[in-house]
């Protein structure tokens, strides 16, 4: 009996390790990749190296959660664009044919919103939600994960968040202080995997 309570217990932990294990963690530098936006154009993380920031964005407009957050995420890129943060949307429901480029273009935003055709760049991360957003300090040495998961606590009521993960994390990184929040769990729609 204790070997099978044993046996189980290791089990349980080699799962969670698991299923924690997927896409980068904190503090991991980030390689290059490249998705074609929705203007035809491919962008690569590497155009970005001027910013001193990156706010990977996955979302998807089909998403209830995803339109809830939209006019906040676009207000938060206007204001810290002059501030050296470059967002990025990031749609991994194209191809599954919850959206199409023409779609994306269509909302014609003042940043790149790039297609994640085959969701490469989604399992690269480990994004499980849209919206789900992770922000990358750019280093020396390169982009370097400094947060992933919420953008708020309270999706439905933007008038009722207490805690403001993404703009204080941003903050942070700006100031070059230590990130206090370094990860939220995202409220918002299951990527569906195909």
């Known amino acids: 009996m204790k070997h099978l309570a044993s046996l189980a217990t290791a089990l349980f932990l080699s799962v969670g390790a698991f299923a924690q294990s997927g896409g980068y963690q904190l503090g991991d530098k980030v390689t290059n990749f490249s998705l074609k936006g929705s203007n ?26 995803a339109k809830l957050y939209e006019n906040r995420l676009v207000t938060l890129a206007s204001t810290y664009a002059n501030q050296g943060v470059q967002f990025v949307f990031v749609n991994p429901g194209v191809g599954d044919g919850s959206e199409t480029l023409e779609a994306m273009a269509a909302k014609n935003y003042s940043f790149p919103y790039l297609a994640d ?5 989604s399992r690269q991360f480990g994004a499980t939600k849209t919206p789900e957003v992770f922000v990358l300090h750019n280093t020396a040495d390169g982009f370097v994960l400094k947060y992933k998961g919420a953008i ?32 939220k769990r995202a409220t918002g729609c299951l990527i569906k995997k195909y």
């Not at 155009?47 to 998807?60: C, I, R």
């Not at 055709?117 to 760049?121: A, L, S, T």
């Not at 805690?163 to 230590?178: C, F, G, M, P, W």
């Open 40 to 65: 035809n154009q491919t962008a690569s993380l590497s155009d970005f190296t001027n910013a001193k920031t990156v706010v990977l964005v996955f979302t998807n407009s089909q998403c209830p959660y």
């Open 152 to 183: 708020d606590d309270n999706p439905q009521v933007e008038s009722g968040v207490k805690n403001y993960y993404l703009r204080s994390v941003i903050d942070s990184v700006l100031a070059n202080k230590t990130v206090a929040t370094l990860e």
């Open 117 to 121: 055709e085959g969701q490469k760049v």
